[in-house]
């Protein structure tokens, strides 16, 4: 007599393979939904790290300007017989140092603003 096969519920083997399905599916549906919110999330740190980025060159740019203003509006004050420097022009010329020394300042800008304090 031929082997009938069973029709209707599954065999204990039949379940535990479904099951293996099910949750392989889920492991790899959870696994791609994790990949795009880290994906997100990087893309937002990096949008904060660019726009503190310019917003420092912004504040570093005001600076350098105020800087400049403060130069211009500053009346060339007259360096005494002696050839000393007064305590402004050394206060002013020891700001623009630390400027430089920030990064605010160029090399350039800071030779610029040095002759402008000098004469």
Known sequence: MPMMRRMGRR???????????????ATAVSGAVSSKQQAKANEQAEA???EA???????????ADAVAQQ?????AAA???SGAMSPDVVAQLQQLADLKAQGVLSDEEFANA??????
């Open 71 to 75: 130069q211009a509006a500053a009346p």
């Open 114 to 119: 040095k002759a402008k304090l000098l004469g």
């Open 79 to 81: 360096q005494p017989a």
């Open 48 to 50: 904060q790290q660019y």
């Open 53 to 63: 980025q310019q917003q420092q060159a912004a504040m570093q740019q005001a600076a």
């Open 11 to 25: 065999g204990l083997i039949g379940m535990a393979a479904t099951t293996a399905v099910v949750a392989g599916t």
